[in-house]
């Protein structure tokens, strides 16, 4: 695993699973415990025992679902998700109150073998960060990448999708201008040669340009190289739909981490480049939003 988080970070989830393990234990001293053989499928996996304190076990309760909020970010963090057959991949922390529920698709061991196997992929993070912090490595963090492509990326990124998290990432970072550009109507490619190409914009077909005001000496120097500049972004846009999205879509071969890294941080630059121009309609009404 990458050094994606500060080893204090990761400390701090695995304490926040540790919570979570013994608020989880002492809930279930409180309920009987079955298993998906004796439930048949049909039933809880853990009920209420009798003879106990509703409001102590509602209290109990209550402690599990507070302390699952943090530990179940670990999950997230670790990738220690297990697939259920009929519902997908899941969270068993995020999901523990499943438990109490007809047809339950977790028991009280998977939680328990989930924790285990988060604080294990934990520790071997946290040795891996120690190790890099010891080496004078630079860290890494793909959440600091531009929010764009992030979004798109980060729900398949923690589950080890490295290939549909640079495709989805790709796929959001175009969604994002079209829709703001009011351009549904053309495919990706064309798309950002016609918006990045040199000229000026019209209402139908806005162009993106670097910013500033006509009369500053600086802007006039940028305006100057700004045919070369649009060129070389026309390029890295249309370079990159090409060799990067449209490649992983058609391919089933899964990238390695460090390759899918290195494609979300070609688009994450260009992302904060785009987010320094303007917005030419046939004159230029819109500033740019600041970088990200």
Known sequence: MSNEYSEDY?????????????AFAAWMATQVESDHMSSRGLFPTVWTDDGQDEAEVRKLELNV?????????????????????????????????????????LAPRDIRMTSANVKGRLDAM???SEASTEAGLPSFAPAQLHPVVWAGAAAHWTTHQYRVAV????????????????????????????????????????????????????????????????????????????????????????????????RLAAYSYLARLLDRCEIDRGEIDETPPGPS
């Open 10 to 22: 990761l400390r701090k989830l695995r304490d926040a699973v540790e919570r979570f393990e013994e």
């Open 65 to 105: 679902a507070e302390s699952a909020g943090l530990a179940a970010r670990a999950v997230a963090v670790t990738g220690a998700y297990i697939n259920i057959a009929g519902i997908g991949t899941i969270d068993p922390i995020a999901n523990w109150s499943f438990m109490s529920s007809p047809k339950a698709p």
């Open 126 to 128: 946290i040795t891996d």
């Open 167 to 262: 495709r989805e990432a790709a796929e959001g970072l175009t969604v994002h201008w079209k829709d703001r550009l009011g351009r549904n109507n053309v495919d990706d490619t064309v798309f950002w040669q016609q918006t990045l190409a040199p000229g000026t914009g019209t209402p139908e077909q806005p162009k993106l340009i670097w910013p500033g005001a006509p009369d500053d000496k600086t802007v006039k120097s940028m305006r100057g190289g700004l045919e070369p500049l649009a060129k070389s972004l026309n390029a890295l846009a249309t370079g990159l739909n090409l060799t990067v999205r449209n490649v992983t879509t058609h391919t089933r071969a899964e990238l390695s981490e460090q390759e899918a890294m290195e």
